[in-house]
């Protein structure tokens, strides 16, 4: 499978979109954009879940490490808009509990 990663600001919310499957051999390239973003100053990001097939444990490592660098940094990132796949794997590892999820989009860039 295959990973396509879109990056877009709004306002001053970084909105990274994870279009297809992250996993053991996708997440490396998620995690350097997403660095990207850390490293360029980014204090507020939304990540988009909308077209993202699945999510292995691999991508949840990803989430967590972008939250802890986040909160280090007194920023704040949230997963939006996962699919019920998706959202059934945030519920069971009980990422819902750690990181903030929202439905869309919209309801994530109104949580900053």
Known sequence: MSLKITLKEI???????LIGTLDTNTSPEAEVEINKS???GSVKMAI???NTRYVSSAGLRIFLATAKKMMAKSGK?????PN???KDILHV???NTII????????ALNNF
């Open 11 to 17: 306002n001053d919310v970084v909105i990274i979109s």
């Open 38 to 40: 850390l490293d360029n």
């Open 48 to 50: 988009d879940l909308e």
């Open 77 to 81: 990132v949230i997963l939006c808009h």
């Open 84 to 86: 019920d796949i998706v």
């Open 93 to 95: 590892s009980g990422f």
């Open 100 to 107: 903030v999820v929202k439905a869309t989009v919209k309801e």
